[in-house]
């Protein structure tokens, strides 16, 4: 019913490896068309040993499958996101998409995300509200901790008794 207020809580796992996109999808990217990242040799003594050894094909290989992976998660979103117009409920439903952590394709020789490099620091933070939510892009430095005061007086709630970070609702305002 479109009065009473609801949360919905999605998490999905894609895209992490290894990588679990649809059998038909398997083609669906074509992994001649990446280049891998260049490796210099300043790199060579941090490169993950299971890395160490990989082919351009093998990185081109790795690189197609995470984007085939990303191109799954944003069709499952889009199904979310197409049941709530379905539903009516897609112009009264405040939305925030994120990510815990990015992934390194090939940057300084890796494939993953347990390092300090800014592909693997780096993460999506998009959010929707109609009518309360300007549309533009922030590129200043935001947290993790930031979100739940966000999502808080986003909604009219009241704090929690110990807040850690701060709302970022003057720049979706403003």
Same mark, same amino acid.
């Given at each position: 019913h479109k009065e009473k207020p609801f949360a919905l809580w999605? $998490?999905?796992? @894609?895209?992490? $490896? +290894?990588?679990?996109?649809p059998v038909e999808d398997r083609n669906a990217i074509d992994a001649r068309k990446? %280049?891998?990242?260049?490796?210099?040799?300043?790199?060579?003594?941090? #490169?993950?040993? #299971?890395? *160490?050894?990989? $082919?351009?094909?093998?990185k081109r290989g790795i690189i197609a499958s995470y984007y085939k992976s990303a191109r799954y998660l944003d069709s499952t979103l889009?199904?979310?996101?197409? *049941?709530? %117009?379905q539903l009516g409920l897609d112009d009264n439903t405040f939305i925030v998409y994120t990510a815990d952590h990015g992934y390194d394709l090939g940057q300084h020789g890796r494939f993953e995300k347990h390092c300090g490099y800014d592909p693997?620091? *780096?993460?999506?933070? #998009?959010? *929707?509200?109609?009518?309360?939510i300007r549309q533009g892009v922030v590129s200043d430095? %935001? @947290?993790?901790?930031?979100?739940? +005061? %966000?999502?808080l007086d986003m909604l009219g709630a009241d704090p929690v008794p110990v807040q850690h970070g701060q709302s970022l609702r003057p720049y979706l305002e403003n």
């Open positions: 999605v $998490s999905f796992h @894609e895209s992490h $490896s +290894p990588y679990d996109f990446f %280049t891998p990242p260049r490796v210099g040799p300043e790199d060579a003594w941090q #490169i993950p040993k #299971i890395f *160490r050894d990989l $082919s351009d094909d093998d889009g199904q979310v996101l197409g *049941r709530l %117009t693997a620091l *780096r993460i999506p933070l #998009i959010m *929707r509200m109609p009518g309360k430095f %935001t @947290e993790h901790i930031d979100l739940a +005061p %966000t999502i």
